[in-house]
């Protein structure tokens, strides 16, 4: 499949789960989360989901709990609302990228080190 296929086909994964988790997910544990990337394998058998979530990392482990345990239903979504060859298993995992990005700033705000 083609990288622009394949790009789609993420994205409109992403687009259905975003929906599906902010709409249709009573689940407590499942704090503001927001799904920043999935990546999709060639065959369409497996989807990493990328998600951050805002809060400490007890609310993180909290929040990728509830999500694992509401996979067969976003996956039902997935399904329902995407014409695909096959329905990709979910798999999420806490995206480090923003984390990251907000320690460069912070670093970056601090300026040079004045040490010796």
Same mark, same amino acid.
């Given at each position: 499949?083609?990288?622009?296929?394949?790009?789609?086909?993420?994205?409109?994964?992403?687009?259905?789960?975003?929906?599906?988790?902010?709409?249709?997910?009573?689940?407590?544990?499942?704090?503001?989360?927001?799904?920043?990337?999935?990546? $999709?394998?060639?065959?369409?058998?497996?989807?990493?989901?990328?998600?951050?979530?805002?809060?400490?990392? %007890?609310?993180? $482990?909290?929040?990728?709990?509830?999500?694992?345990?509401?996979?067969?239903?976003?996956?039902?979504?997935?399904?329902?609302?995407?014409?695909?060859?096959?329905?990709?298993?979910? $798999?999420?995992?806490?995206?480090?990228?923003?984390?990251?990005?907000?320690?460069?700033?912070?670093?970056?705000? %601090?300026?040079?080190? $004045?040490?010796?």
């Amino acid at each position: 499949m083609g990288d622009g296929r394949m790009r789609r086909v993420d994205e409109a994964v992403r687009a259905v789960l975003s929906d599906a988790i902010t709409k249709d997910l009573k689940d407590p544990r499942i704090g503001f989360v927001t799904v920043t990337a999935v990546k $999709t394998s060639p065959d369409l058998r497996h989807a990493r989901v990328y998600v951050s979530v805002l809060g400490d990392e %007890q609310l993180r $482990t909290e929040t990728l709990d509830g999500l694992k345990s509401a996979h067969g239903f976003l996956q039902g979504r997935v399904a329902a609302e995407l014409s695909l060859k096959h329905t990709p298993m979910l $798999t999420f995992e806490y995206d480090q990228s923003i984390d990251r990005g907000m320690r460069i700033s912070r670093l970056i705000d %601090q300026g040079p080190s $004045t040490d010796g």
